[in-house]
């Protein structure tokens, strides 16, 4: 497993720009795939974007697609979340997520997929 730490979160308004970072220690010679998830009060965790190994593949939720951009430099052992656009629904907990990938193209898309976790950064947009 690996150990992963958000950052980035804030109060925003509607319309503007958050970057959201997850920096992972522990088991980063590995591959693995990685992805950010949210909650929102009252309502189950939902995936919002996850990345390959390879940033070769990546995945977007229908309600995030053309206005995040999940991104990752395997140098830094960091998956980066650039949110544009933000609206109120966006509001919720972001995690950030892991887990070891036998192919450097693998995505996962589930939340029981991933075994890894961050602690949660919160994301406030204001209207």
């Known amino acids: 497993q690996v150990q992963l730490v958000e950052s980035g979160g804030g109060l925003v308004q509607a319309g503007g720009s958050l970057r959201l970072s997850c920096a992972a220690s522990?088991?980063?010679?590995?591959?693995?795939?990685m992805g950010w998830f949210r909650q929102a009060p009252g309502k189950e965790r939902d995936i919002v974007a996850v990345i390959s190994w390879s940033a070769g593949a990546t995945y977007y939720a229908d309600s995030v697609k053309g206005r995040f951009t999940i991104s990752r430099d395997n140098a830094k052992n960091t998956v980066y979340l650039q949110m544009n656009s933000l609206k109120p629904e966006d509001t919720a907990v972001y995690y950030c997520?892991?887990?070891?990938?036998?192919?450097?193209?693998?995505?996962?898309?589930?939340?029981?997929?991933?075994?890894?976790w961050g602690q949660g950064t919160q994301v406030t947009v204001s209207s």
């Open positions: 997520a892991a887990e070891g990938a036998a192919f450097s193209g693998t995505l996962y898309f589930k939340e029981s997929d991933f075994g890894s």
């Open positions: 522990g088991r980063t010679s590995s591959r693995y795939a």
